[in-house]
């Protein structure tokens, strides 16, 4: 611009020599008459008005100079002078007020004067937008790591991730588990991790009672089962919906058990830690139902260990009741329970006849004992 207002005092300066020397020759021309006046005055004319026209077209070039110099050079937040503790202390402030328009301003212009973002801020950013159900602001975030940052962007999956749970969260099952599925195949040093967002996705969708999300779940569970070999998800998906309090979902896993062999064998195999978790969680009914489909598939030693796992826990309790109905099952169906479990429910017996008034003896009809543990 400098260079510009230099040229411009020079054509000024020769603008008004050219003026002082046409005087000077018209005057040392006195008698050369109306011809040679006119011809004087009308290349001065002449020449004025082309001085004139460079001397616009100059000024117009400041004018688009200045104009451009202060678009390139206007920043609204001013992101080149900003220390890291300052960038991250802003994006915390904007996303605790859900200003998402000056988080977007505030990215697009880190990326347009190429300034980064700490990891902090990019994963916080992504977790609030991916949990958020905001796809749209997580391919921006994309977008600005894949210009600033290719490497990172590369090295992380092109943190799909992220989108794939903003879209599920959104509602967009479908779409966000075929991008699950599809980065699942590509990236396979992150299936571990992949596996944990798909939990997640999971639990989620079975808790908010999504009926369409959780048909879409099942067929996504078969899939990785099916076609990648991979049973995490559709273990975790039965085991969400077998400990459910909801009808619908416990059909649900009944389901998922009768169209899976693999299920089934896992089942069998972790039938008992399956209990013992349920019944940290004071879920009976839950271990009711699974010793209920271990006689379905005739699991039988399985159904004695869960039996005990369960009798130890109304033991606990000092269920007398319980104990007796799981004694009186374990007869019907042949099953022996410890020499230890059933010497602890002796003598929880003898206590509790100690501690009762005498009552009048009256005989046990069978109607007084069903199997309600």
Known sequence: MNTARLQ?????????????????????????????????DAFTSELIERHKNKFHRHDVLLSELSVQHCTTTESKYNVTELTN????????????????????DLILECQN???????????????????????????????FIATIDPISYKRNGEFLHHLARAQCMKGNSE??????????I??????????LIFRDLIQDSVLNRSEASLMVFKKYVIEFSEELSE??????????????????????SNDLLEMSEVLQEIVRDKATAFSIMALKDFNEDAVVRLLQTLLKYDMMIEYAAVLQVLFNYKLKNRDIRGCTEIIRNCEVLGIVLPSNQQGRYITMLIEDKKRRPEEPSRKPSLKDFKLKF
């Open 231 to 252: 049973h995490y998800p559709l273990v975790c998906f039965w085991h969400i919906c077998w400990a459910s309090s909801w009808f619908s979902d416990q059909m649900l």
């Open 8 to 40: 411009l005092t020079r054509y000024l300066l020769n603008y008004v020599r050219l003026i002082n020397n046409i005087q000077r020759l018209k005057t040392s021309m006195p008698h050369q008459g109306f011809y040679s006046t006119f011809t004087m």
């Open 85 to 104: 503790v300052q960038m991250d202390n802003m994006f915390t402030d904007l996303l605790s007020k859900n200003k998402d328009k000056q988080v977007q």
């Open 113 to 143: 004067y190429r300034k980064f973002i700490t990891n902090e801020s990019l994963k916080k950013l992504f977790r609030h937008y991916g949990n958020g159900g905001k796809p749209e602001m997580v391919v921006m975030l994309q977008t």
């Open 186 to 195: 590509k990236y396979t040093g992150y299936r571990s991790f992949y596996r």
């Open 175 to 184: 779409k966000g588990l075929s991008l699950l599925k599809s980065i699942y």
